[in-house]
Every structure is written in C-alpha cells, then in structure tokens.
C-alpha cells in the first residue's frame, strides 16, 4: 500500500524505541494507527554507541507499530537527544529591498539566513532555526513581519546545534534498519510540541523531560523558545542508586521503582506498605518500606532538578520563576515516578502538571503515556512542517497536496488545534 497518507515517527530513546504510525484522513486531523516499542540497548545518555544492538530495537520498534496499524512503513522522522545538544539565541537584521518598503516572504528567508549565519565547529551542524520574534523599524514582538512597512527587518531567533556524528550514526542505524530518514528533530522540541498549549508558550514555560538517560529542557517565552539543553541524567540514576544501595540487580530494582518508587517524602506519610526486595546469591530476601526507597530516590531526583535549575539559570540568565505563567511541564517516563511534580513544585515555587501528548486522535488511554509524547511530537512537528513550507519536498505529500483535500484539511485542523 502506497506511504503518501502516513507520518512516522521514531523516537531512539536510552530506555526505549517507540515508532509511532500516524494517517492524515481526508476529513482533516491526524489518527494513529499504531504504536510499536521495543526496549532499547544500543544507547548511551541519548547517544548511539552500538549501532547493530539499536537498528535491532529499532526494526523490532517498527515492525510492531506495523503490525497494529497493519501498514508498511518506508520514511521516518526520527528524534535527537544527547548531551551534545546546545541552544542559543541569535539575531540577524536586513534592509528591506521592494520599492514601496513592503516586507516580503522573500525579506523573512534573508533575515532569518542573516540570523543563522553563525560559526559553528565542522563537528556541528544546525538542527533547528526557531524564529522568536521579528523587529521592524525598533517596532518589537511582531511575529509575522510579512506586508508590514518598514526599512529595517530584525529577527531574533532560536538556534539548535548538535554533533555531526551523532546525527550520522542515528541516520545509519536507522537507515541499516531498512528506513529512510525525511528529517531528525530535537526530542524535547517536538515533545513540547505535544504536550504545550499555545497559551503556556506564550505566558511562560518550562518543560522538562525526564528520560531513562538523560533530563531534557526547553523553556518558552512569548511562545517560542528562549532555552534549551539535554542534562546528562535521568532516570536511570535513580535505579542504578537503588541498585547500589539495596545490593540488588537494577532490573529487579527498576521494578520495584516502577511499582513503589516515589521522590517525595511528604506523600508517604502513614504509608507503612512493606516491599520485598528479592535476595541475591542465597541471601534472603529482605523487606523495606516505601520510605527508605524514597530516601535514595529523593535526592538523586532533587539533584536532577536542580541540575535544570541551575543550568536555566547560569546559561539563560533566567532567575524571575514566579514569571513563568504556565509553570513548569514534566514528561517523558521519569515523569511517571510518583511526587515527581510535587518535589520539582518544591524546587521552582511554580505550578507543575505532568504533560501527556495531546492533539491527535487514535490515542487510546493506553498510549496516552508521558514516555510517548516525543514520538508523538515528531509526527505533528512534521506535519506542522509541512504545512508552512506548503509541501513536502522529499516525497508522496506531494502528490497529496496536488490532490488538495488532504493537504488543505490537515492545514485547517492544525489552525484550529494548534495555533
Ligand atoms: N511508572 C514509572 N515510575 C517511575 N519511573 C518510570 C515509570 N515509567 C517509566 N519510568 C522511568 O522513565 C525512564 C524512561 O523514560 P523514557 O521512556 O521517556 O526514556 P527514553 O526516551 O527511552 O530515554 P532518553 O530520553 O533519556 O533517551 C526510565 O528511567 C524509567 O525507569
Ligand atoms: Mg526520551
């Protein structure tokens, strides 16, 4: 069956690969059609280092998704993460050319070339150009500068780099698995995208996804990004902690996390539920209480945060919390670790909610999952994609656009829903 009608999208995650297969109906939205995961081992704190181990998670991961959405995948869109990731903020200015001083599309892709013309290293290239607002004349916070008057055209923008090869080596993976790839985009930008309204965008906020290997940030301001950086941790620490600290094996251990792990101390107050831990090399097995797993979960948790916390701001020069009108946003499966949003509300004084992915349909409670809202991203990122850029370079989209039906619904249901 012809690829021209569905997105995938594949999020190579430390704990997990999840392929997500997604239809663009003819009556407008975005369905998924089928959810595919399968643990994976090939990675590092977001990184490729076993490129045969994660190609065979991520053919498992797809062949699942496969199977439920009982359609063939042939392109992917593919997630980037690791601590090679860097943010930062850009500015580029133009004169405007036409006669009558009309800003033009043609004056935004100047402007917008001028803002990115920055030196990078040979070893990294730029992942993603995120206009945040445009200057016409000394005239701030225009967001769409096109038919304004003006001499002057400024644009302040958002750049992501990352490192060459990591990007290589995930295209390699996937590409060995028998996919080809129509773009890599940053995990926790297109998460945001999933999980964020428009409102929190615009207000102020900071969303954080805690992985199995590493802690993911971007925070928002007049509703572009202003922040962004992969912290090294993630939930993964807490159970190799556990692991050290109880003398059990970590899967065993990130079992018992899953199960009665919490990070806050407050909310187990007269919860004397006891836990067996399974003896190792003949010894017996011993029991604890849900407290004492706390008191080794906590902090590695409150490090987590603060790590953010302190990163945010050194690197941003952001200390104003309480201006974050939309709070703080978690997601991503470390989001799951019970009292996750009440310790991070601790440590920010904001409001925090945990983010599911939302905006497609076809999500059944069962996928509605923090863990899922990267790959989840990838698809509306992509969509979202497509529609500014009036068509899909690479392939079938095109065709669809021709037919017009599919290509205009999917633009007025994301007018609607997203914007
Ligand atoms: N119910 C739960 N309670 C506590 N922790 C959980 C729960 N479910 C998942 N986790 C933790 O979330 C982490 C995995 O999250 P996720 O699937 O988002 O990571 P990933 O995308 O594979 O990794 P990364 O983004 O770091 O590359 C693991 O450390 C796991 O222990
Ligand atoms: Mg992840």
């Not at 369905?31 to 090939?42: F, Q, T």
């Not at 917008?112 to 730029?126: G, I, Q, S, T, Y």
């Not at 940030?217 to 007049?222: G, H, P, R």
């Not at 604890?288 to 902090?299: K, M, N, S, V």
Request: with cysteine.
């Amino acid at each position: 069956m012809s690829n021209d009608d569905i997105l995938v999208g594949l999020d190579i995650g430390t704990s997990k690969i999840c392929a997500v297969i997604a239809e663009i109906p003819e009556t407008g939205g975005i369905d998924i059609l089928g959810v595919g995961v399968a643990p994976s081992n090939g990675l590092r704190k977001g990184v490729v280092i076993n490129i045969e181990a994660t190609l065979r998670s991520v053919s498992a991961a797809i062949e699942r998704a496969e199977n439920m959405a009982g359609r063939e995948v042939s392109h992917v869109i593919t997630g980037i993460s690791g601590a090679h990731i860097e943010g930062l903020n850009s500015r580029g200015v133009v004169a405007v050319t036409s006669k009558d001083r009309e800003i033009g599309m043609i004056d935004v892709e100047r402007v917008m070339d001028a803002a990115k013309a920055v030196v990078l290293p040979m070893d990294r290239e730029l992942i993603h150009v995120i206009p945040q607002e445009f200057i016409v004349d000394d005239q701030r916070g225009v967001k769409d500068p096109i038919d304004m008057i003006g001499v002057r055209l400024e644009a302040e923008a958002h750049l992501i780099t990352g490192s060459v090869t990591a990007a290589q080596n995930l295209l390699k993976c996937v590409n060995r698995a028998g996919f080809k790839v129509d773009e890599i985009a940053l995990d926790v930008l297109v998460a945001s995208q999933a999980v964020l309204s428009r409102d929190e965008m615009e207000l102020g906020t900071m969303l954080i996804d805690i992985g199995g290997g590493t802690t993911d940030v971007i925070l928002y301001k007049n509703g572009a990004p202003l922040y962004t950086n992969v912290v090294p941790v993630g939930g993964a620490e807490v159970t190799s902690d556990l692991s050290i600290m109880l003398q059990t094996p970590m899967d065993t251990m990130e079992e018992i996390k899953l199960t009665s792990g919490c990070c806050y101390a407050p909310m187990l107050e007269g919860d004397d539920s006891e836990i067996i831990i399974p003896g190792v090399g003949g010894r017996p097995p011993i029991a604890a209480d849900r407290l004492t797993l706390c008191e080794y979960i906590q902090p590695r948790m409150t490090e987590i945060f603060s790590m953010v916390r302190d990163k945010v701001e050194h690197e941003a020069h952001f200390t104003r919390w309480q201006n974050l009108g939309g709070g703080i946003v978690l997601t991503g499966g470390g989001a799951l670790l019970q009292g996750a949003a009440e310790l991070a509300g601790d440590i920010f004084s904001v409001p925090v909610r945990i983010g599911l992915p939302h905006g497609i349909g076809g999500l059944t409670p069962e996928f509605q999952r923090p863990d899922l809202a990267s790959a989840v991203g990838l698809i509306l990122h992509r969509a979202k994609k497509m529609i500014s850029e009036g068509v899909d370079e690479s392939r079938g989209f095109e065709t669809s656009r021709k037919k017009g039906t599919r290509f205009e619904s999917l633009k007025k249901w994301f007018k609607n829903f997203i914007e």
